[in-house]
């Protein structure tokens, strides 16, 4: 049974290297368990936000974020991240290459589209990225996801995986949050959706032997 490992928006934009962005706490910290998540796959994945500039639901201060908005594909105001061609798009130092990954996605390329898992362009969740597809045809049975933000994009990744029939192992030491109780409500969510949650590299290997004999 093949393994996958998920390295969720691993980017500068959500760490102190981009202040001006959207920091999570402790976000630069997640790169050595995010390679340990892959030490134990047979395939390595990832994800970016690639957002545009003039993006739909762009606001100019933090102080305006997390606002409804009425777009079909961009639930909520955000300040601009993640912007291709700026540090903030980059991977963590001493993450691969996107090119060097089995598998990668770019999401939210276009200015009305912002979401927040990697397995579909639209909110609706009918516009696969392949990567779905690509897991089924690749024989895949357990996929160990981390990432930033937990609360987030790591949660929708997680779910979405889940909810496509694969076995889902959240890495708690590769993940970050951007609150604690947004944390404690993305955890309660895997847990009851069937992802185990795994605190250690001592859980993570017991599970992966469970899940993988």
Known sequence: MKIASFDVDAQNGFTCRAP??????????????LNAMARRADLRLGSKD????????VVAEHSQMLRPLPLENADLTWVSHCVPGTPGFELLPGLPAPIAYDYFIWKGVEPDLHPYGACYHDLAERRSTGVIEYLKVQQVHAIIVGGLALDYCVRT????????GFEVLLYLPACRALTGEGADAACTAMAAAGIQLCQDEQALDATLKELCP
């Open 157 to 164: 990744t997680a779910l979405q995986l889940r909810r496509a």
């Open 20 to 33: 001006q962005e959207l920091p999570v706490p402790g976000g630069e910290q997640i790169v050595a368990a």
């Open 50 to 57: 690639a957002h545009p500039a003039n993006a739909a639901w």
